[in-house]
């Protein structure tokens, strides 16, 4: 039991507990000298004690250390990435061969090339660097925009978002975490911020083709909480799992002539994303929806953003659930980032005093046991 416990790092709640405990005690402080009457501060209004990024970083950096360190571990398909790795050429001119051969998304391959080069071929170092970058674009923009980055980290952990990405499909999640990091670009409103997050979009979608779905999705979610361009994405949704046949026919079409066209086969081979991981996912969306009328007007402009691009996520989710979790699946993750920043501040603000601790209480309970049976179901606990 004990091995089993370090297996599956539950260790790592441990530490969040203590860093939880400790900014806890410095945002009583923040309130104290901040509120006129030395009242709890307004969250809504996004009246928060913020940690800096060194402490934002720090709070991520167990993950980022056992993501960088799993070479050896065999976990997923890091030996498949690390195979890779080994086989790419050390010069300019094996690498303009070696592109030669590579049929997609060659910018990733670009990437790995020149990290061997500085870091003369140790897998455990570029395993570490593209873990940090990960874990630092989460900690930057977390840190950014909300005082609940433990909280964050908690989430990300324990729905195993952890495990299914930065230990497993890195690649994606490198898209993912960079076009993360580039989102308060959009926030400034001005035509450079879109400018520059668009081409940082479409540079990580030489790395992962499904980057470029955040260019349309991102902007639509700017804006008020369930907008009209949001709600169309989010019928479209429903749509595609009334008429999942239909659906798929189109999806065969669009794809027939690209280097995804052998993806509808298998998601029809598929038996999709699970029910449980649905409403799991879905529950800061589903709250959204519940308390619609308890969103104030004046709430923090990220929160509206992350009401939206919860909605999509869900959206993604439940067309993932009747279609393919091998790729529709892989989707959400671009969005459901934004739910972790989401989720504390619904209970904050959709519950009271007496009611919104309980309601943590539940939602901890109940994130711990969905990571509990996903421990056991891959093995790690007995």
């Known amino acids: 039991m004990i091995q089993s416990f370090f297996d599956c790092y539950m260790w790592y709640f441990f530490i969040l507990l203590i860093l939880g405990n400790n900014i806890a005690g410095k945002k009583k402080i923040f309130a104290a ?19 800096k990024i060194g402490m934002a970083i720090l709070i991520f950096l167990p993950m980022i250390i056992i993501a960088g360190n799993r070479a050896e571990a065999g976990f997923a398909d890091t030996f498949v990435y690390v195979d890779g790795f080994n086989e790419l050429p050390t010069s300019v001119s094996g690498l303009t061969s070696y592109l030669g051969a590579v049929q997609r998304e060659k910018g990733f391959v670009i990437f790995n090339f020149i990290i061997k080069i500085l870091c003369g071929g140790n897998v455990d170092f570029w395993l570490l660097t593209i873990a940090a970058i990960s874990g630092i674009s989460m900690a930057y923009v977390y840190s950014k925009y909300t005082s609940d980055v433990v909280w964050c980290a908690f989430f990300y952990f324990a729905s195993t978002d952890f495990f299914s990405w930065m230990m497993n499909g890195m690649r994606q999640f490198l898209a993912v975490a960079v ?16 400018i520059i997050f668009i081409a940082v979009a479409l540079i990580m979608s030489t790395f992962h083709e499904s980057a470029m779905l955040t260019i349309p999705l991102y902007l639509i979610a ?30 065969n079409s669009a794809l027939e002539n690209t280097n995804y066209g052998y993806a509808v086969n298998q998601m029809n081979a598929d038996t999709g994303t699970s029910y449980q991981r649905v409403f799991f996912y879905s529950i800061p969306a589903v709250l959204a929806v519940i308390f619609r009328k308890k969103i104030p007007e004046d709430a923090p402009e990220i929160i509206k953003v992350s009401i939206n691009m919860s909605l999509i996520s869900m959206g993604f989710y439940l067309v993932a659930m009747v279609t393919s979790g091998i790729y529709i699946g892989r989707l959400p993750i671009y969005f459901s980032l934004f739910s972790y920043i989401l989720l504390p501040w619904e209970i904050r603000t959709f519950f009271d005093k007496n009611m919104h601790q309980t309601m943590f209480y539940g939602v901890v309970g109940l994130y711990l046991v969905f990571f509990y049976l996903q421990m056991q179901l891959w093995g790690w606990i007995k």
Do not use: W
């Open 33 to 51: 000298e901040h509120s006129e009457v030395n009242a709890p501060l307004d969250y809504s209004k996004g009246e928060d004690y913020r940690i």
């Open 222 to 251: 700017l804006g008020e909480p369930f907008n009209k361009k949001t709600m169309v994405i989010l019928g479209a949704f429903v749509l595609a799992v009334v008429f999942v046949g239909q659906f798929t026919n189109v999806m």
């Open 179 to 194: 076009v993360f990091a580039c989102f308060p670009f959009l926030m400034r409103k001005n035509l450079s911020g879109k």
